[in-house]
């Protein structure tokens, strides 16, 4: 078989697998196809994802179906604002030796240790918790007394937020923002969505999602991402993409030099590129066009830029920037 045709066959088994993993989920999460086609693109890209949504919107119920249905180990923290960073990455426990009486220190593994981990109204805790997680989402590895842990893979944070208008609440910061590869808003339901919902949970039993892949299939999957063929003229796309976010870059439009106070970090580039792949393979192509990248710009770039004091006043929205990014930017 050439490497055309074995490359066409992962192509095929990659979609394949994806629509199954859809079709499960689906049995518990009603609408939402963006959350969830965006939340599959970063677990198998092997990024984390931060969803924004008022309480009540089934993002709890996303992450357990995801985990059900990829067979993933899974763990929730419920950040709250008494919450210490040893809550979430452990802490060296005092035990005996031996009937002598002597004690030696042996680590307790904190939640963080998982595959899957949900970070529930993560802007609840204060940002010395929120720091925690720091190395983890980027490293997949945790460091206490000078020993160092790696996780199991794959491990993703799916961390879940309230809007900052509601009261008890800590923005992120920029640092730990970056980390994220997609921000999605999950948006309130339709009227047939919501009339779904109440018949799937109250008037019908309902249904589990079974198993359709394992942590072996996902990272099998992710070695395909490397045979997608990314072009030197989208990469550069993808490039002025990320510049044009930046007020002193010379591709960045009147808008973002008014109202932007720090644009996008080398991270959205990477963002871009790896969504697109991803977006590539579901469209059975082998490699990445401007329409994959621009697919995937909304939740890769929104979350990564600053605004300045003019555009907070104004109230800009950073998807409005980035919207017109899209049409501004030529390939």
Known sequence: MTDVAMLEQE???FRDDLARVRAEVGKTIVGQPRVVEGVLTALLCGGHVLLEGVPGLGKTELVKALS???????RR???????????????????????????????KKGPIFTQLLLADEINRATPKTQSALLETMQEGSVTTAGTTYRLDQPFVVLATQNPLEQEGTYPLPEAQLDRFLFKFEVPFPTRAELNEVVSRTILKQAVEPQKVMDAARILSLRQVLEKVVVADAIREYAVALVLATHPESEFAPERVKRFVRWGASPRAAQALVLGGKIQ???RGQSFVSVEEIRAVALPALRHRL?????????EISTDTIVQELLTGVAP
């Open 11 to 13: 192509t095929q088994r």
């Open 68 to 74: 059900r249905t990829l067979d993933l180990q899974f």
């Open 77 to 107: 923290i419920q950040f709250t604002p008494d919450l210490m960073p040893a809550d979430i990455i452990g802490t060296a426990m005092m035990n005996p030796t031996g009937p002598s009486g002597a004690y030696q220190f042996d680590f």
């Open 280 to 282: 590539a393979l579901v």
């Open 306 to 314: 600053l605004l300045n004091f003019e555009g907070e006043a104004n």
